[in-house]
């Protein structure tokens, strides 16, 4: 079924403990979509400048992303750069140059309009708005936010959760936006902001699903060697929101398994700088990969004592 | 079969966003031994001082625990005094009073020599020492330790860890005892140390096993009230070790049990102050809250795509 994630495409200058890149591409759409493309078919909608390379852009193609919503404007491309210390969980922004980004007005064409499943990426909540305003009967739409726009945005922000299912956000921004420091306190608030189900991304600690019915803990893959968390969680995203438009049915046991599947590509992402490490997957890589997350997690029924 | 533990009992002064005590009933070998006594049958090596209250006395008693290990000594118990914040992963200690605890020295009863289990719970590794010195052919033993004696008596607790099945310990302290970030190689790091299970506790997020075969990731349970953390570390240990000295087997699957069991009884501890929600546990309340474990972790195998 048919996937349209609305987000960032951008050049990241990234400095890890392990080794640092300049203009290595990057956004959340880029890694959503990246994702997302093992999964269903993609449709992206995102401005680059005209400095972007040309390919990561063949690179989408040959992962049949939909490239029709991807706009080039005069200009130079979305920039961030940041670094992260020996935690991985959190990275510290050092620059943001919005370049072609400040004035991106997400247009969908006809064919997009009638998108099964929606991701709103971590943009302003007023483009998010306009999204939503031009889908016409999506069957499920899951957004994203940050810190910057649950300070700034708070309304707006609160009009798109209103017309969501799902809510995808990390740890920190779901104890900001609901005043809850109890996990299960603040899913309940967010809940009751609109989305039915709510994601709640953890980093190397893994996601927890809630549904209305029950909570489901799904844990990253302790990995010898994490190289860069950057765009892990859109990957997270991206395989959670494919996984679910290639099943379209959306019960509690499906959401879990897409849950997991986001985990599972979350883990390729974070073995290697920008996308290198999604490019060349298949049905083995991530069969194989989702058997170690079982393995993981397995444990057996406990008998009498 | 028979589970030795020694480490402390003490009086403990807490304050959480939710409320507060004064000299509560802790230590780790309260904890340990209450959470251990619905599976197996303790031995507690502590000291108290003369103003320690009955009750806790005759609580592990009505739990079968064995206190002739347990000293009487001329002075006060231990005291701890500490509180938390929001992020109740992280106890900021107030003040620490030794007391009766100064002059601790661990004396083993001819039946206690011969425990089938041992842990050494978190005191110096010089008495650690001098418990092992005295056991005379356990067939399990695992240890925790603290910050605290990882600065201070490192090469002791080195000849610690050369002697013990598995060390039991907190996610910072693993990477302050590797000088590793990254919790996979911390683990490697601690069992080329000796222990050939590593057990890593991350508060809210859950344990993770290192075997030498495998990982396995034990979730903790999102509860909804989350009142009080201190003692969910000796608590997961107690019925970490408690389920496997029922079992006396100690493969992976049992291993994983083990730890899930830990984290069952770790999210009872956190439910209320002190030691009082691990009074009236039974069989049928744990296999209940252990079948929501299950529930919160389980998912399908992936099929085609």
């Known amino acids: 079924m048919s996937l349209l994630v609305v987000g960032s495409v951008a050049l990241d200058s990234v400095e890890t403990p392990f080794g640092k890149v300049e203009d290595a591409v990057g956004g959340s759409a880029m890694y959503f979509s990246t994702s997302a493309s093992y ?18 852009v063949d690179f989408l193609k040959s992962r049949n992303v939909d490239l029709n919503g991807l ?13 992260y210390g020996y935690d991985l969980n ?16 997400p247009v ?25 305003d031009q889908v016409e009967d999506p069957k499920f739409v899951a957004c994203d936010t940050m810190n910057l726009w649950i300070n700034t945005k708070l ?5 798109v959760l209103a017309r969501v299912d799902m809510a995808v956000i990390n740890e920190g921004e779901a104890r900001m936006l609901s005043g809850e420091s109890n996990m299960v306190q603040a899913a309940q608030k967010i809940m ?31 990995l010898e060697a994490v190289f860069d968390p950057t765009g892990a969680g859109d990957t997270f995203a991206g395989g959670l929101l494919g996984y679910l438009a290639s099943q379209m049915t959306f019960n509690s046991q499906t959401m879990r398994m897409a849950t997991v599947v986001g985990c599972v590509m979350a883990s390729f992402c974070v073995e290697k700088f ?8 298949d049905y083995k890589k991530i069969k194989s990969r989702f058997e170690k997350f079982q393995n993981l997690t397995s444990f057996d029924s406990l008998g009498e004592l």
Chains 1, 2 share one sequence.
């Open 39 to 56: 999964y269903t078919n993609v449709s992206l909608v995102a401005v680059i400048g005209k400095d972007f390379p040309q390919a990561p």
């Open 71 to 83: 706009h080039t404007s005069d200009g130079d491309t979305f920039r961030w750069k940041g670094e």
């Open 90 to 105: 959190e990275a510290v922004t050092l620059d943001t140059q919005l370049n072609v980004f400040s004035d991106f007005e």
């Open 108 to 132: 969908l064409t006809e064919e997009y309009k009638k998108s099964d499943v929606v991701f709103l990426a971590n943009i302003d909540p007023t483009l998010q708005l306009q999204v939503l």
């Open 155 to 159: 309304d707006e922000l609160k009009r």
């Open 192 to 222: 009751e902001l609109g989305p039915k189900f709510v994601v709640i991304k953890r980093g190397e600690y893994g996601a927890l699903l809630f549904t209305p019915d029950d909570v489901f803990f799904a844990p990253a893959y302790p």
């Open 274 to 281: 920008s996308y290198e490490n999604l490019q060349d997957l």
